[in-house]
């Protein structure tokens, strides 16, 4: 007699092992299918976000900030380390012990919440029923009422440099690198592109990062996107922007790179080549094809606002439908989801999902940017402040950038706000929740902030939209 539960989910990554404990919450009974398995052979819940993605990239990118704090800012403090040394086999160590806590406390959750973790292959089949292949190899078909499919994503490997796991390789490689490179070719000047480049810049390696587009973070505010590219190539990072990659050879010494930018054809040569140009949705195998499941023309699983596919009872989250790639949005839309099925009213703001990138400066942003509502032609003004005149700023030692907030002229709405500067990732909160409550500027401007605190910026940059900054002096 073949088991059966409520909900069965297929993937444990952010959206779904989310999904699962959610559903569970609900009172319903709930397996989790995944199959996800490290370099060192060991199967592990988490998905690409736990396992080689979010977590293991902040782990270094930690470090790594301490260790080029110490080495050009400590002195500033009064701080003299002598002779400075980084021991990159003690850093990956931490970031590996980091991963499995987080890891293995997917399973202890799993447990408290009564989710039956199934380690391996889940494939959707007809009618609601799920096959199921254990990492030993044995079959069985497991049915549910719901099924929700949160499988991810992968990185795209481009045709014209193949993955070959040793000197062309992709972001899990990248973090796992035993040794600093001499020299490091980043092709992608999006977010995984340039926080890998960071980590590996901030430890002694020239990088050099390969942008096709002539616009630097094309997603991003224009103001913000100045800004970040001066503050990198100021760190050391090269940033060519127009530059496609026409093929790369890999040798003994290296790699060789043809590129071609607004100069005409050029050549480079880096000990490793990282290619970050995106990521695609993981469904290759993922659903039989008479189980109704349509693809749109990206590839990705077609769902509509509340994450349906178009089989009732089946519903698809995370990377692996359209949307951001982000793990934050493939969690909410589990939660969404798993109380849809439980029979109550959810939805999520796709509007207000927060961008972080966790590079130095921090750059994160919530809303519209100033050229999106420009283009829409609604009326709006703007205010920013800048973090050299924040006193906590200062203390930091860390005062590049400025808070920009954008709203509208007619009802003092905020329509965006964008953060390049220290801890953007944690002050964009407060403008996600802005957001979310269609908050006025007056609002803002009239909620009280600590002082001192970075905080206080996004205070100042309310004030300035109207022309009224204390710390700063106005337009």
């Known amino acids: 007699m073949s088991r059966s539960f409520d909900v069965i989910v297929i993937g444990a990554g952010p959206a779904g092992y989310v999904a699962a404990i959610r559903a569970a919450q609900h009172g319903k009974s709930v397996a989790c299918i995944d199959e996800w398995k490290n370099k060192d052979g060991r199967n592990a819940f988490g998905g690409t976000c736990l396992n080689a993605g979010c977590i293991p990239?902040?782990?270094?990118?930690?470090?790594?900030?301490?260790?080029?704090?110490?080495?050009?800012?400590?002195?500033?403090?009064?701080?003299?380390?002598?002779?400075?040394?980084?021991?990159?086999?003690?850093?990956?160590?931490?970031?590996?012990?980091i991963v499995r806590q987080l890891t293995g406390g997917i399973a202890g959750l799993f447990k408290a919440a009564k989710v039956e973790g199934l380690v391996g292959h889940g494939k959707l089949l007809k009618g609601k029923k799920v096959e199921f292949t254990s990492v030993e190899g044995e079959r069985e078909i497991v049915s549910a009422d719901h099924v929700i499919l949160a499988s991810g994503s992968e990185p795209i490997e481009l045709p014209v440099a193949k993955f070959d796991g040793e000197r062309i390789i992709d972001s899990w490689d990248t973090l796992e690198l035993d040794a600093v490179p001499e020299t490091l070719g980043v092709v992608g000047a999006g977010v995984v592109g340039l926080e890998l480049g960071s980590v590996w810049s901030r430890l002694g390696s020239k990088v050099t990062v390969l942008e096709a587009l002539e616009d630097f973070l094309y997603m991003a505010d224009r103001d913000v996107a100045k800004l970040a590219a001066a503050e990198f190539r100021k760190?050391?990072?090269?940033?060519?922007?127009?530059?496609?990659?026409?093929?790369?050879?890999?040798?003994?010494?290296?790699?060789?790179?043809?590129?071609?930018?607004?100069?005409?054809a050029q050549s480079l040569e880096v000990d490793k080549l990282v290619v970050a140009v995106g990521r695609r949705p993981v469904t290759n195998d993922l659903f039989a094809e008479d189980a109704g499941i349509q693809l749109d023309e990206r590839g990705f699983i077609a769902v509509d606002d509340e994450c349906r596919t178009r089989v009732k009872g089946v519903y698809a989250i995370g990377d692996c439908v359209r949307g951001p790639m982000l793990a934050h949005k493939g969690s909410e839309e589990g939660v969404m989801v798993a109380d849809l099925i439980?029979?109550?009213?959810?939805?999520?703001?796709?509007?207000?999902?927060?961008?972080?990138?966790?590079?130095?400066?921090?750059?994160?942003?919530?809303?519209?940017?100033?050229?999106?509502?420009?283009?829409?032609?609604?009326?709006?003004?703007?205010?920013?402040?800048?973090?050299?005149?924040?006193?906590?700023?200062?203390?930091?030692?860390?005062?590049?950038?400025?808070?920009?907030?954008?709203?509208?002229?007619?009802?003092?709405?905020i329509l965006g706000v964008h953060i390049v500067g220290p801890m953007a990732g944690e002050l964009i909160s407060e403008a996600v929740l802005a957001l979310e409550f269609n908050a006025s500027t007056e609002d803002v401007q009239r909620t009280i902030h600590a002082h001192p605190s970075l905080a206080e910026a996004v205070h100042e940059a309310a004030l300035a939209v109207d022309n009224r900054a204390l710390n700063f002096p106005n337009r």
């Open 235 to 264: 760190q050391g990072i090269d940033i060519k922007l127009g530059a496609t990659v026409g093929k790369a050879t890999a040798g003994k010494g290296g790699v060789a790179v043809e590129y071609e930018d607004g100069n005409g």
């Open 342 to 413: 439980a029979g109550e009213t959810a939805e999520m703001n796709y509007a207000v999902i927060p961008s972080v990138l966790y590079t130095n400066p921090e750059i994160a942003w919530a809303g519209k940017t100033e050229e999106e509502v420009k283009a829409g032609g609604r009326p709006y003004k703007t205010g920013q402040f800048p973090f050299m005149a924040s006193g906590r700023a200062k203390a930091m030692e860390n005062t590049s950038g400025f808070v920009k907030i954008v709203s509208s002229k007619d009802d003092d709405e």
């Open 57 to 97: 990239s902040k782990a270094l990118l930690e470090s790594s900030e301490l260790y080029h704090r110490a080495e050009h800012e400590f002195e500033k403090h009064g701080i003299r380390t002598g002779g400075l040394e980084m021991d990159v086999a003690a850093m990956q160590k931490r970031r590996a012990g």
